[in-house]
Nanobody, 121 residues
Framework: QVQLQESGPGLVKPSQTLSLTCTVA?????????WSWIRQSPGKGLEWMGA???????YSRPSLKSRTSISRDTSKNQFTLQLSSVTPEDTAVYYC??????????????WGQGTQVTVSS
């Protein structure tokens, strides 16, 4: 059984950088999956933010790419999301998840429980 757990501050001030860590148990983040960050803002659907893969390459949502950084610590089996210059519109529940990606499809098979992040002064 694969388990993912998000951690990080629940409150971030506008213009600061949001930093979240996902700790993975039951699988290595160097395997062939897409280790992903997804968020859900109030009243909106799920939004894929980005992912890191086995090679260490990262992918980001184009609209967030300039503010997003995804990295990993293989010794701790963790991957991290940093989102800079946050605004109240970045208030959301943030999830980490493991994704299987095919040529024209994808599926999230394991999720973290999610962590609420509020951007407010």
């Amino acid at each position: 059984q694969v388990q993912l757990q998000e951690s990080g501050p629940g409150l971030v001030k506008p213009s600061q950088t949001l930093s979240l860590t996902c700790t993975v148990a039951g699988d290595s983040i160097t395997t062939h999956y897409y280790w992903s960050w997804i968020r859900q803002s109030p009243g909106k659907g799920l939004e894929w933010m980005g992912a890191i893969v086995a090679t260490g390459s990262t992918y980001s949502r184009p609209s967030l790419k300039s503010r997003t950084s995804i990295s990993r610590d293989t010794s701790k089996n963790q991957f991290t999301l940093q989102l800079s210059s946050v605004t109240p519109e970045d208030t959301a529940v943030y999830y980490c998840a493991r994704a299987i990606v095919g040529s024209s499809w994808y599926e999230y098979d394991f999720w973290g429980q999610g962590t609420q992040v509020t951007v407010s002064s």
